[in-house]
């Protein structure tokens, strides 16, 4: 039997976007546990994940794991998924060393939230309507 640390996620939901936020440390110990969840949250059918790394300090290979697999799955589900890094430190230069960003798409930062869909507006053409007094051509 495979033993899984347990790791205490936060995932919310923002603008129909699934947010997990990554603990402070990602590393060997906790890895299999995040995989293991952000796998779940992407087979159940979400419809865009935004993998947050913007308060975590430390991310080792395991971590990259992580993210190389999520990107693995989402893009067999067709659904978009990004990372968000902080501005500077460790996780930002593992992103640079490795140059992650060319293969999931990376903000720094979390993004603000997104406009909401605009209304379908009424259309005041006149386009395929008759003005008084013409008749219509044939």
């Known amino acids: 039997m495979r033993h899984l640390s ?41 419809s865009e994940m935004i993998l947050d790394l913007t308060g975590t300090r430390f991310l080792d290979s395991a971590g990259l794991h992580i993210i190389v697999r999520a990107h693995g799955r989402s893009t067999a589900l067709s659904i978009p998924l990004s990372a968000a890094i902080p501005a500077e430190g460790a996780v930002r230069r593992v992103f ?32 395929g309507t008759r003005r008084p007094g013409r008749k219509p051509r044939r």
């Open 6 to 46: 347990t790791v205490d996620l936060k995932v919310e939901q923002s603008s129909g976007v699934t947010i997990v936020h990554f603990p402070e440390e990602v590393d060997v110990v906790n890895a299999p546990a995040i995989r293991e969840r952000v796998l779940r949250l992407l087979n159940s059918g979400v």
């Open 96 to 127: 640079d060393l490795t140059a992650m960003a060319r293969l999931v798409p990376t903000t720094i930062g979390l993004p603000g939230p997104r406009p909401a869909a605009p209304a379908p507006s009424l259309s005041c053409s006149t386009a």
